[in-house]
Structures are given as structure tokens and as C-alpha cells.
């Protein structure tokens, strides 16, 4: 375990998890004891849905940040894909996250500013495939993030916004969200995940093409 984080090893100590231990033995900060999985699931995610550009709204002390760079790159290496980069924006350690993920030769790009003056000239031109929104959690904070980076999000069912705190303090601002959906009539699926604090997972579905996805042999 690494040494320089005895929080991970007194959680260890108390919750012996030989997976999740050695998930997290390369990783850069502190285990988040709450919900140590939720950066995997992350990563995994990215994995499967073969992403190439990420972005996190709330990259905090850059736990999930770790689990999103990482998997770009992954995807980057197994696949032959070019240009693949996690974004990340915050108003707290960018500078040391971003120091932090560089040093670990992952791909990265972080801006220090509030989600509130998000605009669709953050990220210009960038189409994403998966956006993670885990910052401020009251309901105007949401739906500002949501509706201004929904636009670049994949459409045809490649494109994914993954919603923090479903059942927790974004319960609100997560359900704002599907509201407008229902009310726009977009396409969409979407999945909430139950358990603690909750994940709703919204598979943009506009120009969706069934035969694209039919399995050849």
C-alpha cells in the first residue's frame, strides 16, 4: 500500500478489500472511504463505452480524475486512437491535481473556474463522450452543467452523462434533469442506480441507427 497515505491503510485495516486495495495501490490521494468504487466504476465505464474525450464537472482532489485519465488512455493504447484527453474543471486543486495526473503521463486538461460560467466555449469543438457531473450539488449548479454540455455529447447512443448523488444532495438537481428531458422530448435512456448516494447514467440516443449496433459474427 502506498506509504504515503495512512487514511488507506487504516481503512484497509478496518475493511480488509484485496481488490479494491489494489485498485487504488497506484493511485495518487487518499481512498475515498465513502464510496471507494465509484472511480473504478468510472474507469470501467470508459472502458466499455471505448470513450476517446471525457469531462468532469467537480474533479475535487482528483480521485475519479485518476480512474477517467486512465481509462482514455487505455482505450487510447488498445485501440490505436489518437488525441483521446480527460478534462476536468474545478474551483479547488486544479493546480496540484493537474501536477498530480502530468506526473502519472496521463492525458489531461484542467480549468479552475465555476461550472456557473460554463459555456459551450469551454470545450470548443469537442464532442464527448462521457461527461461526469460531480460538483456543486444544488439544482441550479445541475441544470446549468447539464444543458450547457449536453450539445456535445455523442449522439446515436455513443454519448453518456453520468449524474453524482442521484439519492443524495443532487437528488433535486438529478431529477430537474430528467424533467427537462421528458418535457423536450428527447431521446434518451437513462438508468438510476441505487445504493448510496446513487448514480443516474443518460445514454444520449438522438440519431440513434439499430444497425449500427447489430452483433456480425
Known sequence: MNPLHPRDQEY??????????????????????????????????????????????????????????????????????????????????????????????????????????????????????????????DKEHILHEFTTLWPQVKGEGKGHIVLHDVYGPGEEGCQAVLDKLKIENTSVEFIRLGGMYGLLIIRKMEGYKPELWKWND
Open 12 to 137: 484497509f485495516d478496518q475493511y480488509p478489500e484485496p481488490i479494491m486495495r489494489s485498485l487504488q495501490d497506484i493511485h495518487f490521494t487518499n481512498i475515498n472511504s465513502t464510496i471507494p468504487y465509484f472511480g473504478p466504476i468510472l474507469y470501467f465505464l470508459i472502458r466499455q463505452f471505448g470513450c476517446e474525450q471525457v469531462c468532469e464537472i467537480g474533479h475535487a482532489e482528483g480521485y475519479t480524475s485518476y480512474y477517467m485519465a486512465n481509462g482514455v488512455k487505455d482505450n487510447a493504447i488498445r485501440f490505436g486512437m489518437a488525441g483521446n484527453r480527460y478534462y476536468g474543471i474545478d474551483i479547488v486543486q486544479t493546480d496540484k491535481v493537474r501536477e498530480q495526473l502530468l506526473a502519472k503521463d496521463l492525458p489531461v486538461t484542467l480549468i479552475n473556474m465555476d461550472s456557473m460560467t460554463l459555456s459551450k466555449d469551454t470545450f470548443p469543438e469537442i464532442v464527448f463522450d462521457l461527461v461526469f457531473i460531480d460538483g456543486n450539488h
